[in-house]
């Protein structure tokens, strides 16, 4: 028989009550900050990126040290080193011949900068996961998608220097343009898949579980048709932005006159006008640009239909940024791809992309209230 426990008994001492400690649900708002972060870095690593481009900067730094190559140049020896590895390239022979070491420190920076945040974005990722991990607060089934971002990350650093030694032998002297739609497209993944998450870690599970059964399933499946051909766009952009086609053909709505330029299936073999030729692959990047405002459009006049203000908000600003980006496509156009205004193009490209996500995930898990009065 068990003995009985006096009344008088203290019983603030230990007890078989375990001491509640932070649940996987609370750790959901640290773990959207975090990826906050992460996905502001991922943002400004496009930018930055883009602007390397733009200065024709990525082949200034001509090895792969992914440790050692964090430290740039100390001084006038390290610096004169540096340039000599530049000057056995293409780049340098066929274009850059009468170059100064100060013009060169100028594309140098740019590169390190690029490679020195791509350093620090990976260093963010494993601090914050790793943090995480060892805490045990990971939400069940969000282990494999935060590896899956770092594991991304990673292929991006490496197809990044496949990107660049591209532009290394032979006569190239910029970097392969397809390899270039690669790198940047992989980007947008990654900057995609992180802004999704946070969009869910913001919810929580059992309000997205309601939601899902208020889904707008037909507005979701159209949003995701402007997910891809935006896409698609954005391949092409760099495709454009790899041999500068956005400096030729000055004009709009024609292109010199003509509709399509008789110049456009000029080379040989013929494939190779669709990566190659500045005229055929402004002229796509033009075309699919006004097919995507068209998707788009179609989309934002199905929306006004959805008695969810939420909803139809979202797609709102979507089709505003949409619009702003067709005249910022203009006006790149027209000022042969000036820095400022291409960077701001591509900018757009970003904002763009993110919001569409955003009206799609409004569309999969409306928010429950402000229905539209009649």
Do not use: C
């Amino acid at each position: 028989m068990a003995d009985k426990r006096n009344v008088f008994e203290d019983v603030s001492g230990k007890t078989d009550t375990p001491i509640a400690k932070p649940t996987k649900k609370s750790a959901r708002r640290a773990i959207a900050v975090w990826l906050t972060g992460l996905f502001i870095l991922v943002g400004l690593m496009i930018v930055i990126g883009g602007m390397t481009r733009l200065t024709d900067s990525g082949l200034s730094i001509t090895e792969w040290k992914p440790i050692t190559g964090a430290i740039p140049p100390l001084n006038v020896a390290n610096w004169l080193a540096e340039f000599d590895l530049y000057k056995a390239t293409p780049e340098f022979e066929l274009v850059n011949s009468d170059m100064t070491l100060a013009e060169f420190k100028g594309i140098y920076w740019w590169e390190w900068g690029h490679r020195f945040l791509g350093r620090f974005v990976g260093l963010f990722w494993a601090v914050g996961f790793f943090w995480f991990l060892l805490r045990g607060v990971i939400p069940t089934g969000w282990t494999g998608r935060m590896v899956l971002v770092g594991a991304l990350g990673g292929l991006q650093g490496a197809v990044g220097w496949w990107m660049v030694a591209s532009g290394l032998t032979g006569r190239m002297v910029d970097v392969a343009s397809y390899r270039l739609a690669i790198h940047l497209g992989l980007a947008f993944i990654i900057l995609g898949l992180i802004a999704w998450f946070v969009m869910e870690l913001r919810r929580e599970p059992g309000d997205l579980l309601q939601a899902r059964r208020r889904r707008e399933s037909g507005l979701m499946r159209m949003a995701t048709v402007v997910t891809v051909v935006l896409f698609a766009q954005v391949l092409l952009g760099a495709l454009v932005a790899g041999i500068d086609a956005g400096r030729s053909f000055p004009t709009w709505p024609l292109m010199s006159g003509e509709f399509l330029p008789s110049e456009s299936f000029g080379r040989t073999p013929l494939w190779s006008n669709f990566f190659e030729n500045p005229a055929l692959v402004q002229f796509n990047h033009r075309i699919l640009g006004y097919f995507v405002f068209l998707v788009g459009l179609s989309v934002w006049l199905k929306s006004r239909k959805s008695a969810v203000v939420s909803v139809r908000g979202s797609f709102d600003v979507m089709m505003l940024m949409m619009l702003a980006q067709v005249v910022l496509g203009i006006i790149t156009v027209l000022y042969l791809a000036r820095v400022d205004v291409a960077i701001t193009h591509q900018i757009g490209a970003v904002i763009l992309f993110v919001l569409v996500l955003r009206a799609r995930f409004q569309a999969a898990y409306p928010l429950e209230q402000k229905i539209k009065r009649g």
